[in-house]
């Protein structure tokens, strides 16, 4: 792919965040995911207009491409946004298998601009017993039993 696609789809990221921006549509934040040289999914920031803090960007393209491709493995294709992304965001390029990703803006640029990760990313570092939110294990043995139905099913999709 040539550096001037790349530019374009760099471009495309930040168009819709801008257009977010302008049309009162939630944050300033915008993503396409690209197979093949082409753009298979696109997404800008949801959050507020949808009611849902999982609506960022990133993962509202990367659900736009995997519908428009039919799997949840979007191995081959490169997502480009326009900021970096925050720890739900690259945890699900992580699992989506992107073969590239790339940002324009930094985490520290979003930071200035009220949308401040390093909270997350401190809490993370954190044994959980001193974390902000208090985790509690409980009905593990109930839980096991399901990974091992799993690990034993003969009709199961990996992934």
Request: aromatic share 10%; hydrophobic share 40%.
């Amino acid at each position: 792919m040539e550096k001037e696609d790349k530019k374009a789809f760099m471009a495309k990221a930040i168009e819709l965040a801008e257009e977010n921006v302008k049309g009162l549509a939630g944050g300033p934040f915008g993503a396409v995911v690209v197979k093949d040289g082409k753009i298979v999914g696109k997404g800008s920031n949801k959050v507020t207009v949808h009611n849902d803090p999982t609506a960022h960007a990133e993962i509202v393209a990367i659900r736009d491409a995997a519908k428009n491709l039919g799997t949840f493995d979007l191995s081959g294709c490169e997502i480009y946004s326009s900021c970096e992304p925050c720890p739900m965001c690259l945890g699900a390029i992580y699992w989506a298998r992107f073969d590239k990703l790339y940002y324009a803006a930094t985490k520290d640029d979003a930071a200035k601009a009220n949308f401040d990760d390093s909270f997350i990313y401190k809490e993370f570092a954190l044994p959980k017993e001193e974390r902000s939110i208090l985790a509690v294990q409980m009905m593990r043995e109930n839980a096991v039993k399901v990974f091992e139905e799993w690990n034993q099913a003969e009709n199961k999709i990996p992934y």
